[in-house]
């Protein structure tokens, strides 16, 4: 089992930033990928980054340019660098780590992006 705390969240203006981060404990040697996705309530949850263990990464295109997901092993810690924020991004956003059987999901962290 993989445990997740996200940490970060809050209210920003437009055009500001925030950094999440997400600390995954228990059976850590066996995550693969992480990543973060964001929900709007009445919507699906989608993909914002992801990165592997081995650092490659993945953006939506709506926050290309803008966000960076980076990640510390020693540390079991993944982090969202979200810069020029837009209201647009208001969302929950939920940390994920994937091992070979399932991904994990953690509690999210609501990010309010204020015009």
């Known amino acids: 089992q993989v445990q997740l705390v996200e940490s970060g969240g809050g209210l920003v203006q437009a055009g500001g930033s925030l950094r999440l981060s997400c600390a995954a404990s228990?059976?850590?040697?066996?995550?693969?990928?992480m990543g973060w996705y964001r929900q709007v309530p009445g919507k699906q949850r989608e993909l914002v980054a992801s990165?592997?263990?081995?650092?490659?990464?993945t953006y939506a295109d709506s926050v290309k340019g803008r966000f960076t997901i980076s990640r510390d092993n020693a540390k079991n810690t993944v982090y969202l660098q979200m810069n020029s924020l837009k209201p647009e991004d208001t969302a929950v956003y939920y940390c994920?780590?994937?091992?070979?059987?399932?991904?994990?999901w953690g509690q999210g962290t609501q990010v309010t992006v204020s015009s």
């Open positions: 990165i592997s263990m081995r650092g490659t990464t």
């Open positions: 228990g059976s850590t040697f066996r995550i693969n990928a």
């Open positions: 994920t780590a994937d091992d070979a059987l399932r991904r994990y």
